[in-house]
């Protein structure tokens, strides 16, 4: 069942690339839009504080406790909220206007750093602090999280929104490249404080792209009217519709397994290769950086099939497994690049799907179920995963989430492969 995300903003008409130039036209053909534009600008500066805040906050927990489970434990209160309350607040975020819903979770995103750069910075920063500011967090992306991703199809229209959904990733990862590295240079110099402080003012930067917007240019759908019932219909509409389900599926097992690289990092980086923050900032570059790849590789391909999901899952599982039992530090570092490329083709390629096949009054609620099956897991793996870590070792840890990733990738791939598109 494919939703029709309402009239499209006024846009160029997409070309066929042709050439090295033409294909690097279609790469970026979303940025032709005004007020998406706006958008990915903001994402992109608030991105890079998010990332300084995410290496800040890990090598803060570590030096408060000195334990790899304290990482887990951090990670698992961050995202339970999404586990918990996900669904509702996609519901939040179909009934809101997403503009102004998005203009309030920035500001709050933006406090928490804030929040936590005074505590550090005056000395007085202990583990539950750390705790309580990444479970607020988690709780105020609850309804951030799905506005922000249903949001762009409302300022690119579904032309454009395989593209724009690619870029995002991009954006994202690209201050995914930055911000661990800026954050290294931070922690090292001056203090994990700087870092959360530096976060904060970050998030000045969505609400001033949001208020620049021109409002006549962004075509919301239709809003949902209050009623009974609406978790309950999407789960429905999600469970009987192949092209809904299968993707989410997919990216459940490879989130759940594969992505606790604050944990397994973290631990290679001190327990493996006796290393410091700037390492451990480097490594994070590293992923990001193919990851960045990947998501340019999705923005310039028109219909990846599902093959392409499944192959790229089963390349993530298998490289995973190989960078656990890498023996050097520089081959651990380039497996990473390619983790990272193989984990972003799979996300991106399964969001675009997801979003153009889900119906446009629904899409805050069926992102927000993408999200779940992505990160809601990692209450309970990141936890686990922590524990495995320090109990078992880091090596062991990182193999078990690829073995895992591996496996759940064959299976979900053998479904696919006998599902009717």
């Not at 494919?2 to 279609?26: D, F, K, N, Q």
């Amino acid at each position: 069942m494919t939703g029709a995300p309402g009239p499209a903003p006024a846009s160029l008409p997409p070309r066929r690339a042709s050439g090295p130039s033409g294909r690097a036209a279609a790469a970026f053909g979303s940025l032709r839009i005004r007020n998406y534009r706006l958008f990915a600008a903001g994402q992109a500066v608030s991105h890079t504080g998010t990332w300084m805040q995410r290496i800040a906050q890990d090598w803060l927990v570590v030096e408060l406790t000195g334990s790899s489970a304290a990482v887990g434990v951090t990670i698992g209160l961050q995202y339970a909220p999404m586990l918990l309350l996900g669904l509702h607040g996609g519901l939040i975020a179909d009934r809101m206007p997403m503009r102004r819903l998005l203009l309030w979770t920035q500001t709050a995103l933006g406090a928490t750093g804030l929040g936590l750069a005074a505590l550090v910075l005056s000395g007085q920063a202990r583990p539950w602090h750390v705790y309580l500011m990444a479970a607020a967090l988690g709780l105020v992306s609850v309804a951030d999280a799905p506005a922000r991703q249903a949001f762009v199809a409302e300022l690119v229209g579904p032309e454009q929104l395989r593209n724009a959904v690619s870029l995002d990733a991009a954006v994202f990862q690209t201050a995914r490249l930055i911000g661990p590295a800026v954050a290294g240079v931070v922690i090292t110099a001056v203090g994990s404080g700087w870092a959360f402080l530096l976060n904060g003012l970050s998030y000045l930067a969505p609400p001033a792209a949001l208020l620049l917007m021109r409002t006549g240019e962004i075509h919301p759908a239709a809003r949902a009217p209050r009623g009974g019932g609406q978790v309950r219909a999407t789960l429905r509409q999600v469970a009987r519709d192949p092209g809904l389900l299968w993707p989410i599926v997919l990216v459940a097992f490879v989130g759940t397994f594969g992505f606790n690289f604050p944990v397994w990092l973290t631990a290679f980086t001190v327990q493996v290769f006796h290393t410091g923050s700037g390492v451990y900032g480097l490594l994070n570059s590293l992923l990001a950086a193919g990851a960045v790849a990947g998501a340019l590789w999705a923005a310039r391909s028109l219909a990846p099939p599902r093959r392409v999901l499944t192959m790229a899952a089963l390349l993530f599982g298998a490289l995973e497994t190989a960078a656990a039992l890498a023996p050097a530090l520089w081959l651990f570092a380039a497996l990473l690049v390619l983790v990272g490329t193989t984990g972003l083709v799979v996300t991106v390629t399964a969001n675009a799907h997801v979003q153009l096949t889900a119906d446009a009054a629904t899409r805050g609620r069926v992102m927000s179920l993408f999200k779940i099956a992505f990160m809601g897991g990692t209450p309970v793996t990141a936890p686990a995963v922590g524990w495995v870590t320090a109990a078992w070792g880091p090596r062991t840890g990182f193999l078990t989430g690829g073995l895992a990733s591996l496996a759940a990738a064959a299976g979900v791939g053998l479904v696919l492969s006998r599902t009717k598109a």
